[in-house]
């Protein structure tokens, strides 16, 4: 007896969908993919639970026939691709003619569409049953998604939180709202809107739009191109570092992919900027020959392989280095934090017009004055820790190397190398330890301080992370969209820096992996005291080299970086006349 018999479609299509609608935003991605397939200029995404009762996709693209919006419902059928000649040369976001069976099967499904051409037409897919009646619409196409999961017990227990599933969906949304600058994408959550922005074509409008004003100022241009490809977008200043890998989205033709090396890579590139637990900021859109391109590799179609991947990633090496030098990207290590201006909306609107994605020119210095740290008087805090038996006891500043390190001499004749990153860093890491470690008091901070959340920030800000803000001494209140006031901040942050202080804690609670306190503080201590360090290449006077090496001194622990990197390097004379041949050796 025969035992091998070909799959009932039913079955098929909830296989695939195994593959292709892991949660809520698989489902969202498939749909706005397909809108944007149909040369939308306007899409709007409504969820409802989580997307467990409802997600709604609307968009005015070119719509569907009668037929074909049933034709649809069938399993690989697709309008994007014809011959194999096609799949090596996929302009589409979708191709594989899956998702909307996949997702049919796993959920009560109606499509409403209309192509401009007479009345529209309404396919109802319930259990595998379609039912096709007329309706009226305009030109476009509106797919309602219930239930999902509803025949599939063991996928609904799998989802996470609401918070998170919303989350995960309004990533997928704003990225997908960056690869289409020129498309108007608004997301609605629970009848209230997420994000909307423009369709006006501009990257960094679309930023504004998802992330904010003080992101979108913060976002420096980046251009490369050559024969095979050609990388358009921002790079994050090095102060908007992350604490994780997810603000760095990398576009390709359109779609967001998932390009591990590649992400190393642009990770590697700000190597000098920022420290190494921090991550950047970047949305980068690679246009590359659809040719040169594999997206057929997982059916979710995230991960895609290029040929000339290498080239891409030396070209990033080299260049995104190049377009961070020379900004003013130093934040001031010393003057009271800023006061917080609200600035216009007319004045990014300015920086858009002056945006062209053209080669930067290599530029002559712009800021020939070197961004000098001043370092502060000692302060008590310090005094109080002098260690009885330091090994070192003084250290004489001699001159800086390579504007990174400072050579020093000691008075038994050796000399030493002092790395000025790592040396700074352990002395505001030992001074913010003792600083946080004293018993809280806090009080409202002295400048007001407005913070700013990304719409997916938002939702992640539940009122368990804010008692546990309120317990490290931050107090917030909401304040407009997306927005929140700080009031209360622990007192001694006033004499540090108030604002790094709430940037580092907030981001740290948000995106930080299961948070608790001890871990909190730790993390926001080692980042604060990178950030206000002098880094690699700042230029010293002697007086400052001194100053640092004094306060050095002066650490519970003068050795190492609180990363663990070693802060001094020391040559004996004994070592120093060894190479020489003056020791008989
Ligand atoms: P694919 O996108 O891989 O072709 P789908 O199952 O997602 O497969 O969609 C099947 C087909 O349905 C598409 O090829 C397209 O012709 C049509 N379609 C789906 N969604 C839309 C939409 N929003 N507007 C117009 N046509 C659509
Ligand atoms: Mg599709």
Not at 214 to 242: C, R, T, W
Not at 281 to 306: C, G
Not at 339 to 360: G, H, R
Not at 541 to 567: A, K
Request: negative net charge; aromatic residues 8%; glycine residues 4%.
């Amino acid at each position: 007896m025969s035992k091998i018999h070909v799959m009932e479609n039913a079955l098929a299509n909830m296989i695939a969908a195994g593959e292709v609608v892991e949660r809520p935003s698989s489902v969202i991605k498939e749909l706005v993919e397909n809108s944007i397939d149909a040369q939308s200029r306007q899409i709007g995404v409504f969820i409802y639970d989580a997307g467990r009762t409802k997600i709604v996709v609307e968009d005015d693209g070119t719509g569907m026939d009668r037929e074909d919006a049933v034709e649809a419902f069938k399993r690989h059928a697709t309008s994007k691709i014809l011959t194999t000649f096609d799949l090596f040369r996929i302009k589409t976001l979708g191709f594989r003619g899956e998702a909307l069976p996949s997702i049919a099967s796993v959920s009560k499904m109606t499509l409403v569409t209309c192509d401009g051409s007479g009345a529209g037409t309404s396919v109802v897919s319930e259990d595998d049953e379609l039912s096709v009646h007329d309706a009226s619409m305009r030109q476009g196409t509106v797919v309602t998604v219930e239930e999902l999961f509803y025949n599939t017990p063991a996928r609904l227990k799998y989802l996470k939180s609401d918070f998170t599933e919303n989350a995960n969906s309004i990533e997928i949304m704003c990225r997908l709202a960056l690869a289409h600058p020129e498309i108007a994408m608004t997301l609605y959550v629970d009848d209230r809107k997420n994000f909307s922005t423009s369709g006006r074509g501009n990257l960094l409008e679309t930023i504004k739009d998802i992330y904010g004003l003080e992101v979108a100022q913060k976002m420096i241009p980046f251009h490369y191109a050559n024969n095979d490809f050609s990388v358009d977008g921002f790079l994050g200043k090095p102060e908007m570092a992350k604490a994780n890998r997810y603000f760095i989205i990398t576009l390709l033709n359109g779609r967001n992919v998932y390009m591990p090396k590649v992400q190393s890579t642009i990770v590697d590139s700000y190597h000098d900027f920022i420290p190494p637990t921090r991550f950047p900021f970047v949305v980068l859109e690679m246009t590359i020959d659809p040719a040169l391109v594999d997206v057929n590799v997982h059916p979710s179609k995230r991960e895609v392989r290029f040929s000339k991947e290498g080239d891409l990633r030396l070209a990033l090496l080299e260049k995104i280095p190049e377009a961070l030098r020379g900004k003013n990207l130093v934040p001031d290590v010393v003057s009271a934090p800023k006061p917080q201006v609200m600035v216009k909306e007319e004045q990014l609107a300015l920086e858009f017009d002056t945006y062209s994605p053209k080669p930067i020119m290599p530029e002559v210095e712009s800021n020939p004055v070197p961004q000098v740290a001043v370092f502060k008087e000692p302060e008590a805090v310090y005094r109080e820790s002098v260690h009885a038996e330091t090994q070192i006891r003084s250290l004489k500043a001699l001159c800086q190397l390579h504007l990174t390190y400072i050579v020093a001499e000691d008075d038994q004749g050796g000399f030493y190398l002092i790395d000025q990153h790592a040396a700074n860093e352990r002395i505001n890491y030992e001074k913010l330890q003792r600083l946080m470690n004293a018993t809280l008091t806090v009080s409202e901070p002295l400048i007001p301080i407005v913070v700013h959340l990304n719409p997916s920030e938002m939702v992640l800000l539940n009122s368990e992370k804010m008692a546990l803000l309120e317990s490290v001494g931050l107090k917030l209140e909401m304040f407009g969209i997306n927005a929140y006031q700080v009031r209360q901040i622990p007192s001694w942050a006033k004499e540090y820096d108030e604002q790094a202080y709430v940037d580092e804690i907030l981001h740290e609670a948000l995106h930080g992996d299961k948070i608790d306190i001890p871990k909190l503080r730790t993390h926001v201590i080692a980042t604060m005291s990178c950030k206000r360090s002098v880094k690699a290449h700042d230029r010293l006077s002697l007086s400052e080299m001194q100053y640092l090496l004094d306060t050095l001194l002066l650490c519970d622990n003068p050795h190492s970086c609180p990363h663990g990197r070693p802060t001094i390097v020391h040559f004996t004379q004994y070592e120093i006349e060894k190479m020489f041949k003056r020791t008989g050796v």
